[in-house]
């Protein structure tokens, strides 16, 4: 399978614990994005990278967010002390950017449940 | 600001037509697409406006008017597993795409 896969897919964690999400784009693809989605709403952007160079991170994203993609492939999410607030789907998005064109691809998401 | 409106829920019947609306304002524009999203998926890419007008494929349709800032998502021969959200975004001057909440369609028979 050559799409975009997310790990773990389901997380039921405590609230102050920390948490972490893997996502591994597809090979060739040089961009990597993260979102957040809550029923009824679109994808919320967090952050994202080209190849290793995180170029941007939303302002609504709190400092225990953190996100890496060592050497331009795989990436991690990280949430630290928890908050039930940040149940929520995460989705990882991977794209390969043109001149014209930018279809994003999406992983099966991570739904993570703060208790 | 950047911003992207689509309506909250559309119901249809099986077999007909139905139209979604989206309209946008955003810093620059690359292009616009449409996903589709089950309820517990990821979305699923359908289409891609770039110039104006109508591109087809198969059942679904997507439109675009870059001056009025306006497409539409047409969806002809509504089929019970086309119950769905269906999802407007931009593509800004960054590539990076802005999302709308999304469109919920309900199919009844």
């Known amino acids: ?115 | 600001g950047q911003n992207i409106d689509q309506p909250t829920e559309m119901t249809a019947t099986e077999g007909a037509i139905v139209q979604i609306n989206c309209t946008y304002q955003t810093s620059g524009f690359n292009g616009l697409f449409w996903y589709q999203q089950h309820a517990g998926e990821a979305p699923t890419f359908l289409s891609y406006n770039v110039l104006d007008g109508l591109e087809e494929k198969g059942r679904f349709s997507s439109f675009l008017s870059r001056s009025k800032g306006y497409s539409y998502l047409l969806l002809k021969e509504l089929q019970m597993k086309d119950s769905a959200s269906y999802l407007c975004a931009v593509s800004d001057s960054n590539y990076q795409l802005i999302w709308g909440a999304g469109t919920k369609l309900i199919i009844k028979p």
């Open chain 1, 1 to 115: 399978d050559t799409g975009v896969s997310q790990d773990p897919r389901h997380k039921i964690t405590k609230r102050g614990q920390n948490v972490t999400f893997r996502c591994d784009p597809i090979s060739e693809h040089n961009r990597l994005y993260w979102y957040r989605q809550t029923l009824g709403q679109g994808p919320e952007f967090l952050t994202y990278f080209q190849n290793e160079a995180q170029l941007e991170k939303s302002r609504l994203l709190s400092d225990r967010f953190s996100a890496e993609r060592p050497k331009g492939s795989f990436s991690t999410l990280e949430i630290q002390r928890t908050e039930q607030g940040d149940s929520a789907m995460y989705l990882c998005a991977s794209s390969l950017v043109s001149d014209t064109y930018n279809e994003q691809f999406f992983g099966p998401g991570t739904r993570l449940t703060v208790l």
